[in-house]
């Protein structure tokens, strides 16, 4: 196979007329990767997108061509799928109000140009569920938030209404199931690129510990931090140590996690999979 692209956390192999896409178990904040894996984890990001992918197949075309048909030593943590032209912005939505979208509400009381009501906190409850694009950013690099009239004249408007409508339709359906596994999806980020036939379809992971902000949803209370089950908990270490990504040489000065940071962070995924899921790790 020919290495294609390596990204933050995944490896992209071309391998015939397919690709083979390859979780890694690197982990990333404030995009960049730090130097110390997490155990299982592109094992367990791989397992729960397939388990996703199956629930959400009648909403929406997946790109998955075999989670078998992939090299031995990849086994696990790989899955076969088509090529796909992907779309160059990053299709996030917000249910609930936290994160970069807080820091935006509270310096302008709106998320990606979207108005909204007046005296949300950390952990509110949005009114209804908004997308809240970005641009895609090269490694090392970070992703900006657009607006949709921004996405509309990247990829075109009919696109990215469909982009648009399709990535609330995967929150609603997905926010539904797992809410009744007692978790919150906060919000999420999706990616989607057309086939050779022009369909739009559903690519790399999806509503994971990585690209989701899952809750506890027995414990959730709005203006307070909220027990989760994703890597916030990597990313509330990386801030405690005061280092932050602040040049080309960020990645270099990042600092190794703990033993313990590692051994919690994984039980959090592996809680994770477990509850949505309803298997044994």
Not at 19 to 37: E, G, K
Not at 41 to 51: H, P, Q, R, V
Not at 154 to 159: N, P, S
Request: with cysteine; hydrophobic share 45%.
């Amino acid at each position: 196979m020919e290495l294609m692209h390596q990204g933050k956390v995944r490896d992209v192999y071309a391998d015939g007329g397919d690709l083979v896409l390859v979780a890694s178990d690197r982990v990333s904040v404030f995009d960049v990767v730090l130097p110390t894996p997490i155990p299982d984890k592109g094992a367990l990001l791989t397992a729960l997108s397939l388990w996703w992918f199956d629930q959400l197949a009648d909403l929406v075309p997946n790109h998955v061509v075999s989670a078998e048909d992939v090299p031995a030593e990849f086994a696990g943590r790989a899955v076969r799928v088509k090529r796909l032209d992907m779309l160059p912005v990053e299709a996030v939505v917000r249910g609930y109000l936290t994160g970069s979208g807080l820091a935006d509400y509270d310096a302008t009381g709106a998320v990606c140009g979207i108005a909204l009501p007046e005296g949300l906190v950390d952990g509110s409850r949005l009114p209804e569920p908004i997308f809240t694009p970005t641009t895609k950013a090269a490694v090392g690099d970070h992703d900006e938030p657009i607006d949709f009239a921004q996405v509309a004249a990247t990829i075109g408007a009919d696109l990215a209404e469909r982009v648009r409508d399709r990535t609330l339709a995967v929150y609603a359906r997905g926010g539904e199931i797992a809410l009744g596994k007692g978790i919150i999806i906060a919000d999420t980020k999706l990616e989607f690129g057309l086939d050779a036939d022009g369909t739009l379809c559903l690519a790399d992971e999806v509503l994971t510990s990585d690209s989701s902000r899952f809750w506890d949803a027995e414990a959730w209370k709005p203006g307070q931090t909220q027990p989760s089950f994703d890597k916030q908990f990597v990313r509330d270490w990386a801030k405690s140590t005061g280092w932050r990504p602040t040049d080309a040489d960020a990645a270099a000065a990042a600092p190794e996690i703990p033993e313990a940071i590692v051994a919690a962070t994984r039980e959090r995924y592996i809680e994770a999979y477990e509850l949505l899921t309803g298997r044994r790790w």
